[in-house]
């Protein structure tokens, strides 16, 4: 699978590409994340350099603590960024739920949007019409900081969820927009939500539509190593490699991540035993596609 990102393209053909996390929050729950605007860009870069093939900008967290920043001030953090990442030929994604700065980062020359409320807002929707640009729709019930006070009950939860990305990627094509599938792990689910929501990735993979995955660093992979629903507790590098390295074997296409350099190794081993087993071996000119050959 091939995805294109207004005039990029990442080639998911039997591999699992990473969405890098750029965080311009001062309240990202992962604290290490976090970086000002001015030190943005050498941020930006060495995540390419260590193999990210797409750079997720935001700067609104959707931690439950977090402070409701307004558009401008989201505007004045991610535009900036948007810009300068674009600038040096490396493809960006918008990490935003708010029409006024989607149509913001379009100007800017965002690659990809990345909406947490499943482009549900017609105003989001109309933003992506307008610019021709991909869109990711995540699974979530409930308000982005708010998520957790909502009725999170599942009859069958991966069937479900997958309903709802189809429908949403039904709407949109309606408009011309291409659409990225996201479950939504650990928005408002439980430990055994999520476990499902893995079990059923594969299904999701089989719908056609590219897969995104974003666990990384998850309050989940901390239940799992009975620590708690916690994000700053150690071991949460390797828990996330490992969940990254059995979903790309289930196939995702893309992995979005707070650490680029270990994720990248870990799946460069998948990426190549895939192909192998295919008896597609990777090409140099596969490894990092839209991303200039210096940063490779």
Not at 13 to 20: D, L, N, P, Q, V
Not at 114 to 130: K, Q, R, Y
Not at 167 to 182: H, K, N, Q, V
Request: proline share 6%.
């Amino acid at each position: 699978m091939r995805l294109s990102l207004r005039g990029h393209t990442v080639d998911c053909t039997g591999r699992t590409a990473i969405m890098a996390i750029l965080n311009v929050s001062d309240d990202s729950p992962v604290a290490q994340s976090r970086v000002a605007v001015p030190a943005a860009l050498d941020r930006a870069m060495q995540f390419a350099r260590q193999g990210a093939e797409i750079i997720d900008i935001g700067a609104n967290s959707t931690g439950r603590d977090s402070r409701d920043l307004t558009a401008q001030e989201e505007i004045e953090r991610v535009c900036p960024v948007i810009e300068a990442v674009a600038a040096e030929g490396v493809p960006t994604s918008v990490d935003t739920w708010n029409p006024a700065v989607a149509h913001a980062a379009a100007e800017a020359g965002v690659h990809l949007l990345n909406d947490v409320t499943g482009f549900t807002a017609p105003a989001m929707i109309d933003v992506a019409a307008e610019h021709q640009i991909p869109a990711v729709v995540m699974h979530m019930r409930g308000a982005p900081k708010h998520h957790r006070e909502v009725d999170q009950a599942y009859d069958d939860i991966a069937p479900e969820v997958q309903a709802f990305l189809l429908e949403r990627a039904r709407t949109l094509a309606g408009r011309g927009i291409e659409a990225w599938l996201d479950p939504g792990f650990a928005f408002g689910k439980s430990l055994e939500d999520n476990l499902r929501l893995f079990e059923g990735l594969p299904a999701l993979v089989s719908t056609g539509y590219p897969v995104l995955i974003s666990a990384s660093r998850k309050g989940f992979l901390a239940e799992l190593l009975g620590l708690g629903d916690r994000q700053d507790v150690d071991g949460l590098t390797e828990a996330t490699l490992a969940f990254n390295v059995l979903a790309a074997w289930a196939g995702v296409h893309v992995v979005r991540v707070h650490d680029v350099g270990p994720v990248a190794v870990a799946l460069r081993t998948v990426n190549g035993m895939r192909q192998r087993l295919s008896g597609e071996a990777e090409s140099p000119a596969r490894r990092s596609p839209g991303v200039p050959p210096e940063l490779q």
